[in-house]
């Protein structure tokens, strides 16, 4: 072996050993600041995590567009949705008087709250984009409560890390983490253009997560747990899109 | 062995990230065109959907009921892991072009392989170039060893303009990135400009992809491809 090529042999391993050292490195920070999304296992767990970890830094503090009223889509889009169930026609069939959005979890006092309750806190409203992955988009004005809101009426412990939101639709459940949950563009959407939320538009209620696609947007929420870990729910990878072979995190 | 008999062609660092990129193409545009088929619609401007008059539709069936493409089924919907390989992929060419790109300069690579050479920056240079290419006169020995200058110019567009263009029309189809880099998106006219633009360079990239390899098979398979794998032209 000649001297160049193990000068070479010795360079390559050489950094071979700095990019693994790195990489350990890199995965203890990551997940000292919660850079590792739930679903981080499997043979697209790097891509993903790069995703989250990336997005997560860039994402901070970010805003996504806010639009004029003249961009606003007429009419805006009402995606099919399965056929809702006896609870939810019941509740439809009093004016939704009876709906309510439980908050549990780590938080110092776990609440119920009516429709008329979140109507009474200040009222947000934004003109912002929703993104399908499927690939389609259009623009409203959404009117509700932002959640860092209802977070703080509810007293979120210091530990909390996750909010888990729950659809009356049993199989729609999603999760975001504190950085999103208490972004100043997350809200609770009870209205639309104007006009109470359509049904077809996920009324009575819905989040609005306008940096991440659609299917975070949960339609018809009845329920919130905040919580540390997302190991506990369903089969731990972090909210019903996993499971169904869909990106937790939907920043893209 | 005789320097004469094996001539250094392409350099370790180059065809491995020749061909881990061409892996990731192909795992991108597999899995794209995936994607594409849940809404085979096209428009221009901020917001599209359904209710909107679309630039065009192509005439293919649908994974979701959604569109109304004329057929009466839907496709399998393969949506959920195709997107999750066309970002890993996506991670995989970015690092790699990256890497390439450093190497490149960094190297002269990119000067000495790539840039045109100081005689072949006049028109006529270019006329003699691709009048050569319509006749499909076969390539010289010196080929074998060096771009040619229609090859030198190809590889730089595609490099420099049709990659980052195709990254940064697919960036600016993130929520999330775009929140960060709203310009990203404003100056391709919105995000369904965005979208309709990454699907045109695409095109564009499986053109070039097509046209690469008959080029390949028409100046020797063999000979090229041995170079690009063990970096030496016998």
């Known amino acids: 072996?000649?001297?160049?090529?193990?000068?070479?042999?010795?360079?390559?391993?050489?950094?071979?050993?700095?990019?693994?050292?790195?990489?350990?490195?890199?995965?203890?920070?990551?997940?000292?600041?919660?850079l590792i999304p739930p679903d981080h296992g499997g043979i697209?767990?790097?891509?993903?995590?790069?995703?989250?970890?990336?997005?997560?830094?860039?994402?901070?503090?970010?805003?996504?567009?806010?639009?004029?009223?003249?961009?606003?889509?007429?009419?805006p889009l009402a995606n099919e949705m399965p056929p809702l169930n006896d609870a939810y026609k019941h509740l439809q069939a009093g004016g939704f008087a009876d709906w309510r959005l439980?908050?549990?979890?780590?938080?110092?006092?776990?609440?119920?709250?009516?429709?008329?309750?979140?109507?009474?806190?200040?009222?947000?409203?934004?003109?912002?984009?929703?993104?399908?992955?499927?690939?389609?988009?259009?623009?409203?004005?959404?009117?509700?409560?932002?959640?860092?809101?209802?977070?703080?009426?509810?007293?979120?412990?210091p530990q909390a890390r996750y909010v888990v939101y729950f659809s009356i639709d049993p199989d729609w459940w999603e999760s975001i983490d504190m950085a999103d949950a208490l972004h100043p563009q997350t809200?609770?959407?009870?209205?639309?253009?104007g006009d109470e939320l359509p049904v077809g538009n996920g009324g009575p209620l819905r989040l609005r997560l306008p940096r991440q696609l659609g299917y975070k947007s949960v339609k018809f929420i009845t329920h919130m747990t905040v919580t540390d870990s997302l190991k506990g729910f369903g089969k731990g990878l972090g909210s019903a899109a996993p499971e169904a072979g869909y990106a937790w995190y939907a920043g893209i | 062995m005789p320097a004469s008999t094996v001539a250094a062609r392409h350099s370790g660092l180059v065809r491995v990230t020749h061909w881990v990129t061409?892996?990731?193409?192909?795992?991108?545009?597999?899995?794209?065109?995936?994607?594409?088929?849940?809404?085979?619609?096209?428009?221009w401007g901020e917001t599209g959907n359904v209710l909107t008059h679309p630039w065009f539709q192509l005439p293919i069936p649908a994974s979701r009921s959604l569109v109304q493409t004329g057929y009466g089924y839907v496709m399998p919907d393969q949506n959920g892991w195709s997107r999750y390989l066309h970002f890993q992929a996506a991670w995989v060419l970015v690092l790699t072009g990256l890497l390439y790109a450093i190497y490149g300069l960094l190297t002269g690579h990119f000067r000495k392989s790539l840039l045109p050479a100081a005689a072949?920056?006049?028109?006529?240079?270019?006329?003699?170039a691709i009048v050569s290419h319509l006749r499909f006169t076969r390539p010289s020995e010196a080929e074998a060893r060096s771009y040619n200058l229609l090859q030198r110019l190809a590889y730089l567009f595609v490099i420099f303009i049709l990659f980052p263009l195709v990254i940064w029309t697919g960036l600016a189809m993130s929520p999330g990135f775009v929140s960060a880099f709203p310009?990203?998106?404003?100056?391709?006219?919105?995000?369904?400009?965005a979208r309709t633009l990454h699907f045109f360079v695409t095109l564009a990239l499986v053109l070039f992809l097509l046209v690469h390899v008959g080029m390949v098979c028409f100046a020797g398979f063999r000979s090229r491809m041995r170079a690009m794998i063990t970096g030496r032209v016998r």
């Open chain 1, 1 to 34: 072996m000649s001297n160049f090529s193990r000068r070479k042999l010795i360079t390559t391993g050489l950094a071979a050993a700095a990019g693994v050292v790195g990489l350990g490195a890199a995965e203890r920070i990551a997940q000292a600041y919660g």
């Open chain 1, 44 to 75: 697209y767990g790097l891509g993903e995590t790069l995703t989250y970890a990336s997005q997560r830094l860039l994402t901070r503090h970010s805003l996504a567009r806010e639009f004029s009223r003249s961009q606003i889509s007429k009419p």
């Open chain 1, 102 to 157: 439980a908050v549990d979890g780590m938080v110092a006092r776990p609440a119920s709250f009516s429709l008329g309750q979140l109507k009474s806190y200040p009222s947000h409203t934004q003109i912002t984009m929703l993104q399908c992955e499927e690939g389609w988009s259009y623009i409203a004005e959404w009117n509700g409560v932002p959640l860092s809101h209802v977070l703080d009426a509810v007293g979120t412990l």
């Open chain 1, 187 to 193: 809200f609770l959407a009870y209205g639309m253009n």
């Open chain 2, 22 to 43: 061409a892996l990731c193409f192909f795992a991108l545009l597999v899995t794209g065109f995936e994607i594409v088929i849940s809404h085979p619609r096209f428009y």
């Open chain 2, 120 to 128: 072949d920056w006049s028109r006529k240079a270019l006329s003699t």
């Open chain 2, 183 to 193: 310009a990203s998106v404003n100056l391709l006219g919105g995000q369904q400009s």
